[in-house]
């Protein structure tokens, strides 16, 4: 079998079980086991397959009609523009969340030497964009799963950034040893009744997802954390779902009333992010 036809069987295969993506999702993995980039794929279609080779991408393709995420298979994600090492410990990175990241960098630039906390880091994938776009700022990350901790650790060591972030493991805002100037976080957001609706349900941690009865138990815990831990002049950004926004933003005028509070919608025109920020004291 040649890479062509391998990667013409797999498009089917995925497409006919409603693999969104399908033709995309059959590249990568073929990519994955053949070890190869995606010039050597398309300039030499016609190479053969040992049968190690196909072995190894059948299971992959069995892996995702089972409805495994690639990015798990694989053990990666691109993020922001950058490559993120991943497993089943950790929520996968979405595009979307890369709004809270770019409206994060915007709102630091006001400071000369921001402290920036990212709460629920998951695999580290905001705070390390953050550390490498913002080199004066001082970043904590923190998880209360000790293994994605571990897992965002690689991803600092990856990138660099092991020094400029400090990894903490605990409830929020609670590991914090001191306020900061953001406090960004994207945290779980789904109700519980809609987990089973969720496609990677299963696969990723029910932990990084499920928000409690209303979505909202854990961003309600936050925010009361959230008092505490921002400075005067202080900004809080945060990931919400669909049809959330009004919802956070009367909690967040409940917990803060003299704050001014933004949402920022994303390019489908759906509510994404929500920005408080605190006025000077």
Do not use: W
Not at 82 to 92: A, E, G, P, S, T
Not at 157 to 172: C, F, Y
Not at 226 to 233: E, I, M, N, R, V
């Amino acid at each position: 079998m040649t890479r062509r036809q391998a990667l013409s069987h797999a498009r089917k295969l995925l497409a006919t079980n409603n693999i969104e993506g399908a033709s995309l999702e059959a590249e990568l993995l073929l990519r994955y086991a053949l070890k190869i980039d995606r010039i050597q794929l398309y300039t030499e279609p016609d190479q053969g397959l040992t049968p190690q080779q196909e072995e190894t991408y059948r299971h992959c393709i069995e892996r995702r009609l089972k409805g495994e995420p690639s990015a798990y298979i694989v053990g990666h994600r691109e993020f922001f523009g950058l490559d993120f090492y991943v497993d089943k410990n950790v929520l996968i990175p979405r595009p979307e969340t890369e709004l809270l990241v770019e409206q994060a960098i915007v709102r630091s630039r006001k400071y000369s030497a921001p402290v920036i906390v990212d709460v629920g880091t998951g695999c580290g994938a905001i705070a390390t964009s953050l550390a490498l776009n913002l080199p004066n700022a001082r970043i904590y990350a923190t998880d209360v799963s000790e293994v994605a901790v571990n897992v965002a650790r690689c991803n600092c060591q990856k990138h660099r950034v092991q020094d400029r972030i400090s990894l903490l493991i605990g409830n929020m805002l609670k590991p914090l040893p001191e306020s900061v100037d953001i406090i960004v976080a994207n945290l779980p957001y789904v109700r519980t009744t809609n987990l089973p609706q969720v496609n990677t349900i299963g696969f990723e941690p029910c932990l990084a997802l499920d928000g409690g009865a209303d979505g909202l138990g854990i961003i309600h815990q936050l925010c009361i954390q959230a008092k505490d831990k921002l400075l005067s002049s202080g900004c809080l950004l945060m990931e919400i779902g669909m049809g959330q926004g009004t919802a956070v933003t009367n909690l967040l005028h409940d917990i803060f009333s003299q704050a001014s509070i933004k949402i920022i919608l994303d390019l489908s025109g759906i509510a994404r992010v929500v920005c408080l920020t605190l006025p000077s004291y």
